[in-house]
């Protein structure tokens, strides 16, 4: 069975291109947030296996999605998408609990391999 994704990025294409990345990998996305306050709401209805999240997005930022998340399932598995020189932010996402991370700009194996990596480790 297909591991279901989430996928929250307020940059549409940024969606588009994680989704062209993991889809013909296997992975099955079920949403998309565009906003850190529609990544909590869409992760409560659509209880995804792991979430890809941007830290920085309007409404809410990442980190504090990853905490609001935790607060409602303490073994959702989040992987933190950053740009170059957002190391700061990346390390305040895994101590909020974020399970890992990928930075900007990426290669495809990158996110295939991190999603592959934070999903086996936690069954």
């Given at each position: 069975m297909a591991s279901r994704v989430l996928v929250a990025d307020d940059a549409r294409f940024m969606r588009?291109?994680?989704r062209e990345i993991?889809?013909?990998?296997g992975f099955e996305v079920v949403g998309e947030a565009a906003d850190g306050r529609a990544v909590v709401e869409e992760f409560s209805r659509l209880q995804p296996d792991v979430v890809t999240m941007d830290i920085v997005m309007p409404k809410r930022s990442g980190i504090d999605a990853v905490k609001e998340i935790l607060a409602l399932d303490p073994s959702a598995k989040i992987v933190m998408v950053s740009a170059l020189g957002q190391e700061a932010l990346v390390m305040e996402a895994l101590q909020a609990g974020a399970a890992d991370y990928v930075v900007k700009p990426f290669k495809p194996d990158a996110v295939v391999t991190?999603?592959?990596?934070?999903?086996e480790k936690g069954e």
């Open positions: 588009q291109l994680i993991i889809e013909p990998e991190t999603l592959r990596k934070v999903i």
